[in-house]
Antibody, heavy 118, light 108 residues
Framework: EVQLVESGGGLVQPGGSLRLSCAAS????????MNWVRQAPGKGLEWVSY????????YYADSVKGRFTISRDNAKNSLYLQMNSLRAEDTAVYYC???????????WGQGTLVTVSS | SYVLTQPPSVSVAPGKTARITCGGN??????VHWYQQKPGQAPVLVIY???DRPSGIPERFSGSNSGNTATLTISRVEAGDEADYYC???????????FGGGTQLTVL
């Protein structure tokens, strides 16, 4: 059974940093591309970032480019999102999502809440 | 950047057919994917590549895509189908995934 479990969310002040993790199991993690998708309270889904299976190709949404860094450790079956210079508008539930071979998201974690507030 | 437009809400009586649209410039040339999200839960993929269903998704869910509109059709709607539905494409010109704004399906 495919499982994605996010962790690392919490309350952080504006300008602060946070690192999210996503632990994957039930599939060959190193063979799959991965993504982060977020959802602000009461709002719709917003794609954040993509990373290829090897980590060699990375894309970011314009809203986070230059502030967030996606990475992965295939030996640890883990995906990460380093978030710096956080803003109030980054407040959201962050989901890790497996890429279903052609840029759609076939499995999602349960999400981790990030709150940016003073 | 590429924009996907969905109606904010759709209402349907039980047993009837619900159609949720997703508009975009020449969206028929892209692959469209659909997600269902119930309150407090993570999204679930219900349609990929315009009309394919993942295992475990009922045949009542179907999709189509042509011209400037993609459509998610839910036949014989049940109370359990009440949820938010999102369409999504990959915009290869910007290498970004794009979601529609979401449609809240209400079962009357």
């Amino acid at each position: 059974e495919v499982q994605l479990v996010e962790s690392g969310g919490g309350l952080v002040q504006p300008g602060g940093s946070l690192r999210l993790s996503c632990a994957a199991s039930g599939f060959t993690f190193s063979s799959y591309e991965m993504n982060w998708v977020r959802q602000a309270p009461g709002k719709g889904l917003e794609w954040v970032s993509y990373i290829s299976s090897s980590g060699s190709t990375i894309y970011y949404a314009d809203s986070v480019k230059g502030r967030f860094t996606i990475s992965r450790d295939n030996a640890k079956n883990s995906l990460y999102l380093q978030m710096n210079s956080l803003r109030a508008e980054d407040t959201a539930v962050y989901y890790c999502a497996r890429d279903g071979r052609h840029r759609y998201f076939d499995y999602w974690g349960q999400g981790t809440l990030v709150t940016v507030s003073s | 950047s590429y924009v996907l437009t969905q109606p904010p809400s759709v209402s349907v009586a039980p047993g009837k057919t619900a159609r949720i649209t997703c508009g975009g410039n020449n969206i028929g040339s892209k692959s469209v994917h659909w997600y269902q999200q119930k309150p407090g839960q993570a999204p679930v993929l219900v349609i990929y590549y315009d009309s394919d269903r993942p295992s475990g998704i009922p045949e009542r869910f179907s999709g189509s895509n042509s011209g400037n509109t993609a459509t998610l059709t839910i036949s014989r709607v049940e109370a359990g189908d009440e949820a938010d539905y999102y369409c999504q494409v990959w915009d290869s010109s910007s290498d970004h995934a794009v979601f529609g704004g979401g449609t809240q399906l209400t079962v009357l």
